[in-house]
């Protein structure tokens, strides 16, 4: 059975970083992207970026650009989503998902970690 | 960037009835299109991708056609189970992949 398990909420202030994780199991890593999606009531669901954990190589969408990094580990099968500086706006629920290497669907979702940002 | 228009908001249907949901890409995304169901507090599922195939151990009653720009998600006979919220993605070329903005299906 694929699972992947994030890291527990959390609560921050502005200015904090934070690295939030996503431990995968019942799947060769390498197979599949690794990417996260966030979700607010105001703005559903949103595309962040995908790593290729063979090769590391990331792609971000435009918004999040700069705002965050992503990466992987494929020695414990895990991926990772990372800020420098969180704002309030960055105040939501993120899902690690997965799919196959060729195509951009999502076939495995997370169970969600919910970040709130305040001071 | 294509963006991704899902009609109605919400759509009201009674047990039993079949559901037809929307979406319509700002340019075509060919056949690369993907349906998530989401249930209150859960995180999304997978219903179909490929426009029209069914993913693992979705009921037949879910259906996906469509190509281009122009997409539909039908529900051939509502179950109390299928009232949640549906969300079609385009993943044709990135960074433009894209999410609609929602179909909440409710119990009319």
């Known amino acids: 059975e694929v699972q992947l398990v994030q890291s527990g909420a959390g609560v921050k202030k502005p200015g904090e970083s934070l690295k939030i994780s996503c431990q995968t199991s019942?799947?060769?890593?390498?197979?599949?992207?690794i990417g996260w999606v966030r979700q607010t009531p105001g703005k559903g669901l949103e595309w962040m970026g995908i790593?290729?954990?063979?090769?590391?190589?990331?792609r971000y969408s435009p918004s999040f650009q700069g705002q965050v990094t992503i990466s992987a580990d494929e020695s414990i099968s895990t991926g990772y989503l990372q800020w420098g500086s969180l704002k309030a706006s960055d105040t939501a629920k993120y899902y690690c998902?997965?799919?196959?290497?060729?195509?951009?669907?999502?076939?495995?979702w997370g169970q969600g970690t919910l970040v709130a940002v305040s001071s | 960037e294509i963006v991704m228009t899902q009609s109605p908001a919400t759509l009201s249907v009674s047990p039993g009835e079949r559901a037809t949901l929307s979406c319509r890409a700002s340019?075509?995304?060919?056949?690369?299109l993907a349906w998530y169901q989401q249930k209150p507090g859960q995180a999304p599922r997978l219903l179909i991708y490929?426009?029209?195939a069914r993913a693992t151990g979705i009921p037949a009653r879910f259906s996906g056609s469509g190509s281009g720009t122009e997409f539909t998600l039908t529900i051939s006979s509502l179950q109390s189970e299928d009232f949640a919220v549906y969300y079609c993605?385009?993943?044709?070329?990135?960074?433009?992949?894209?999410f609609g903005q929602g179909t909440k299906v409710e119990i009319k």
């Open positions: 998902v997965s799919g196959p290497i060729l195509t951009g669907y999502i076939d495995y």
């Open positions: 019942g799947y060769t890593f390498t197979t599949f992207w």
């Open positions: 790593v290729y954990p063979g090769d590391s190589h990331t």
């Open positions: 340019q075509s995304v060919s056949s690369n």
């Open positions: 490929g426009a029209s």
């Open positions: 993605q385009q993943y044709n070329s990135w960074p433009l992949w894209a």
